[in-house]
Protein backbone atom coordinates (compact mmCIF):
# COMPACT_ATOMS: atom_id res chain seq x y z
CA UNK A 1 0.00 0.00 0.00
CA UNK A 2 2.79 2.25 1.06
CA UNK A 3 4.38 1.56 -2.42
CA UNK A 4 1.38 2.41 -4.18
CA UNK A 5 1.13 5.70 -2.30
CA UNK A 6 4.48 6.45 -3.54
CA UNK A 7 3.76 5.80 -6.50
CA UNK A 8 1.07 8.05 -7.27
CA UNK A 9 2.68 10.66 -5.48
CA UNK A 10 5.23 10.49 -7.73
CA UNK A 11 2.90 11.10 -10.63
CA UNK A 12 0.60 13.87 -9.40
CA UNK A 13 3.44 15.44 -7.68
CA UNK A 14 5.88 15.40 -10.83
CA UNK A 15 6.75 18.86 -10.48
CA UNK A 16 8.24 18.65 -6.99
CA UNK A 17 10.13 15.79 -7.84
CA UNK A 18 11.65 16.94 -10.70
CA UNK A 19 12.94 19.43 -9.43
CA UNK A 20 14.67 18.05 -6.74
CA UNK A 21 16.19 15.61 -9.55
CA UNK A 22 17.35 18.90 -10.92
CA UNK A 23 18.66 20.57 -7.72
CA UNK A 24 20.38 17.74 -7.21
CA UNK A 25 22.02 15.91 -10.39
CA UNK A 26 22.09 19.27 -12.61
CA UNK A 27 22.74 18.10 -16.13
CA UNK A 28 22.34 14.51 -15.52
CA UNK A 29 19.18 15.16 -15.30
CA UNK A 30 18.73 14.77 -19.29
CA UNK A 31 20.21 11.62 -18.78
CA UNK A 32 17.73 10.77 -16.69
CA UNK A 33 14.44 11.67 -18.60
CA UNK A 34 16.48 10.05 -21.86
CA UNK A 35 16.35 7.08 -19.97
CA UNK A 36 12.70 7.40 -18.57
CA UNK A 37 11.30 7.86 -22.12
CA UNK A 38 13.47 5.71 -23.52
CA UNK A 39 12.51 2.38 -21.44
CA UNK A 40 8.64 3.39 -21.13
CA UNK A 41 8.54 3.11 -25.19
CA UNK A 42 11.27 0.72 -25.59
CA UNK A 43 11.02 -2.33 -22.78
CA UNK A 44 7.63 -4.05 -22.83
CA UNK A 45 8.48 -4.56 -18.96
CA UNK A 46 7.91 -1.25 -18.36
CA UNK A 47 4.30 0.05 -19.63
CA UNK A 48 3.66 2.11 -16.38
CA UNK A 49 6.62 4.34 -16.27
CA UNK A 50 5.34 8.39 -16.45
CA UNK A 51 5.65 9.58 -20.24
CA UNK A 52 2.84 12.60 -21.35
CA UNK A 53 2.88 14.00 -17.78
CA UNK A 54 6.72 13.67 -17.43
CA UNK A 55 7.19 15.54 -20.54
CA UNK A 56 5.32 18.30 -20.10
CA UNK A 57 6.67 18.98 -16.04
CA UNK A 58 10.09 18.68 -17.64
CA UNK A 59 9.15 21.51 -19.92
CA UNK A 60 7.53 23.95 -17.80
CA UNK A 61 11.28 23.70 -16.39
CA UNK A 62 12.84 24.79 -19.46
CA UNK A 63 10.54 27.63 -19.69
CA UNK A 64 11.95 29.42 -15.95
CA UNK A 65 15.83 28.09 -17.65
CA UNK A 66 16.36 25.33 -15.21
CA UNK A 67 16.98 23.32 -18.71
CA UNK A 68 17.40 23.87 -21.99
CA UNK A 69 14.08 23.07 -24.35
CA UNK A 70 16.02 22.72 -27.45
CA UNK A 71 17.99 19.99 -25.51
CA UNK A 72 15.19 18.54 -23.84
CA UNK A 73 13.01 18.51 -27.05
CA UNK A 74 15.46 17.07 -28.92
CA UNK A 75 17.09 13.89 -26.58
CA UNK A 76 13.22 12.92 -25.89
CA UNK A 77 12.35 12.68 -29.46
CA UNK A 78 15.58 10.73 -30.03
CA UNK A 79 14.91 8.80 -27.24
CA UNK A 80 10.87 7.97 -28.31
CA UNK A 81 11.36 6.78 -31.34
CA UNK A 82 14.82 5.14 -30.87
CA UNK A 83 12.41 3.60 -27.84
CA UNK A 84 9.99 2.41 -30.33
CA UNK A 85 12.52 0.77 -32.94
CA UNK A 86 13.93 -1.12 -30.03
CA UNK A 87 10.77 -1.89 -28.77
CA UNK A 88 9.68 -3.71 -32.30
CA UNK A 89 12.89 -5.54 -32.84
CA UNK A 90 12.47 -7.00 -29.91
CA UNK A 91 8.88 -8.36 -30.49
CA UNK A 92 9.71 -9.29 -34.19
CA UNK A 93 12.53 -11.41 -32.10
CA UNK A 94 10.62 -12.96 -29.52
CA UNK A 95 7.73 -13.35 -30.80
CA UNK A 96 4.14 -14.36 -29.49
CA UNK A 97 5.72 -16.72 -26.75
CA UNK A 98 6.03 -14.82 -24.15
CA UNK A 99 2.58 -14.28 -24.21
CA UNK A 100 1.87 -18.04 -23.48
CA UNK A 101 1.35 -17.88 -19.50
CA UNK A 102 -2.45 -16.93 -18.47
CA UNK A 103 -1.29 -14.44 -15.95
CA UNK A 104 1.60 -13.43 -16.03
CA UNK A 105 1.96 -9.91 -14.52
CA UNK A 106 3.96 -7.88 -17.22
CA UNK A 107 2.97 -9.70 -20.61
CA UNK A 108 -0.69 -10.15 -19.87
CA UNK A 109 -2.90 -11.43 -22.76
CA UNK A 110 -5.47 -8.31 -21.97
CA UNK A 111 -2.89 -6.06 -22.96
CA UNK A 112 -1.90 -8.18 -26.22
CA UNK A 113 -5.73 -7.78 -27.20
CA UNK A 114 -6.66 -4.74 -26.12
CA UNK A 115 -3.28 -3.63 -28.96
CA UNK A 116 -4.27 -5.97 -31.22
CA UNK A 117 -7.82 -4.66 -31.12
CA UNK A 118 -6.51 -0.74 -31.58
CA UNK A 119 -4.63 -2.43 -35.03
CA UNK A 120 -7.74 -3.76 -36.29
CA UNK A 121 -9.21 -0.71 -36.18
CA UNK A 122 -6.53 1.74 -37.04
CA UNK A 123 -4.17 -0.25 -39.10
CA UNK A 124 -0.68 1.36 -39.34
CA UNK A 125 -2.21 4.31 -37.64
CA UNK A 126 -1.91 2.62 -34.41
CA UNK A 127 1.97 3.29 -34.23
CA UNK A 128 0.99 6.66 -33.77
CA UNK A 129 -2.41 6.79 -31.80
CA UNK A 130 -0.63 4.69 -29.32
CA UNK A 131 1.52 7.26 -28.19
CA UNK A 132 -1.30 9.06 -26.65
CA UNK A 133 -2.20 5.99 -24.91
CA UNK A 134 -0.79 4.60 -22.00
CA UNK A 135 0.00 0.96 -21.68
CA UNK A 136 -0.43 0.90 -25.48
CA UNK A 137 2.12 3.26 -26.13
CA UNK A 138 4.66 0.56 -25.14
CA UNK A 139 2.99 -3.00 -26.81
CA UNK A 140 2.04 -1.04 -29.84
CA UNK A 141 5.22 -0.97 -31.47
CA UNK A 142 6.09 -4.80 -29.81
CA UNK A 143 2.80 -6.19 -31.40
CA UNK A 144 4.16 -4.36 -34.79
CA UNK A 145 7.18 -6.16 -34.77
CA UNK A 146 5.47 -9.80 -33.85
CA UNK A 147 2.79 -9.36 -36.64
CA UNK A 148 5.95 -8.63 -39.06
CA UNK A 149 5.34 -5.10 -40.45
CA UNK A 150 7.62 -4.06 -42.43
CA UNK A 151 10.19 -2.28 -40.91
CA UNK A 152 10.16 0.74 -43.29
CA UNK A 153 6.68 0.94 -42.87
CA UNK A 154 7.15 0.82 -39.35
CA UNK A 155 9.25 3.41 -38.96
CA UNK A 156 7.77 6.11 -41.61
CA UNK A 157 4.74 6.37 -38.25
CA UNK A 158 6.86 5.84 -35.79
CA UNK A 159 9.10 8.90 -36.15
CA UNK A 160 5.68 10.78 -37.17
CA UNK A 161 4.28 9.56 -33.63
CA UNK A 162 7.29 10.19 -31.96
CA UNK A 163 7.50 13.84 -33.51
CA UNK A 164 4.01 14.67 -32.39
CA UNK A 165 3.86 13.33 -29.18
CA UNK A 166 7.31 14.41 -27.94
CA UNK A 167 6.59 17.72 -29.62
CA UNK A 168 2.86 18.76 -28.38
CA UNK A 169 3.88 17.95 -24.83
CA UNK A 170 7.05 19.41 -24.69
CA UNK A 171 6.38 23.00 -26.12
CA UNK A 172 2.86 22.60 -24.53
CA UNK A 173 4.54 22.62 -20.67
CA UNK A 174 7.08 25.48 -22.25
CA UNK A 175 4.27 27.45 -23.28
CA UNK A 176 1.38 27.17 -20.87
CA UNK A 177 3.08 25.24 -17.57
CA UNK A 178 4.16 28.46 -15.90
CA UNK A 179 0.79 30.33 -16.85
CA UNK A 180 -0.49 31.11 -12.79
CA UNK A 181 -3.22 29.14 -13.11
CA UNK A 182 -1.50 26.15 -14.17
CA UNK A 183 1.22 26.12 -11.88
CA UNK A 184 -1.06 27.00 -8.52
CA UNK A 185 -3.38 23.88 -9.82
CA UNK A 186 -0.38 21.47 -11.33
CA UNK A 187 -1.29 18.18 -9.62
CA UNK A 188 -4.92 18.79 -11.62
CA UNK A 189 -3.27 19.10 -14.68
CA UNK A 190 -1.08 16.26 -14.53
CA UNK A 191 -4.05 14.22 -13.00
CA UNK A 192 -5.76 15.59 -16.50
CA UNK A 193 -3.39 14.59 -18.65
CA UNK A 194 -3.45 11.21 -17.27
CA UNK A 195 -7.12 10.89 -17.25
CA UNK A 196 -7.39 11.97 -21.24
CA UNK A 197 -4.66 9.81 -21.64
CA UNK A 198 -7.42 6.86 -21.15
CA UNK A 199 -9.96 7.95 -22.96
CA UNK A 200 -9.56 6.22 -26.61
CA UNK A 201 -9.18 2.96 -24.99
CA UNK A 202 -12.31 3.70 -23.09
CA UNK A 203 -14.25 4.66 -26.44
CA UNK A 204 -12.66 2.05 -27.81
CA UNK A 205 -14.14 -0.41 -25.65
CA UNK A 206 -16.85 1.09 -25.24
CA UNK A 207 -17.52 0.75 -28.64
CA UNK A 208 -17.33 -2.88 -29.16
CA UNK A 209 -19.67 -3.45 -26.51
CA UNK A 210 -22.36 -1.60 -28.00
CA UNK A 211 -21.38 -3.13 -31.26
CA UNK A 212 -21.26 -6.46 -29.76
CA UNK A 213 -24.87 -5.24 -27.88
CA UNK A 214 -26.26 -3.95 -31.77
CA UNK A 215 -25.47 -7.02 -33.82
CA UNK A 216 -28.52 -8.99 -35.12
CA UNK A 217 -29.25 -11.98 -33.68
CA UNK A 218 -29.30 -15.04 -35.70
CA UNK A 219 -32.92 -17.09 -35.26
CA UNK A 220 -31.57 -19.88 -37.67
CA UNK A 221 -29.07 -20.79 -35.08
CA UNK A 222 -29.13 -23.87 -33.44
CA UNK A 223 -29.53 -23.39 -29.31
Same mark, same amino acid.
Given at each position: ?????????????????????? #?? &? /??? %?? *? @???? !????? +??????????????????????????????????????????????????????????????????????????????? #?? &? /??? %?? *? @???? !????? +??????????????????????????????????????????????????????????????????????????????????????
Amino acid at each position: MDYLRQFADFFLHLDKHLGTVI #AD &Y /GTL %TY *V @ILFA !IVFAE +TGLVVTPILPGDSMIFAAATFAAVGSLDIWLLWGLLLFAAISGDAVNYWIGNSIGPKVFRYENHPVFKKEYLERTQGFY #AK &Y /GSM %TI *V @IARF !IPIVR +TFAPFIAGIGGMSYRRFAAYNVAGGFLWVTLFTFGGYFFGNIPAVRDNFTLVILGIILLSFVPPLWHLLQKRFAKKAAPIDRNARP
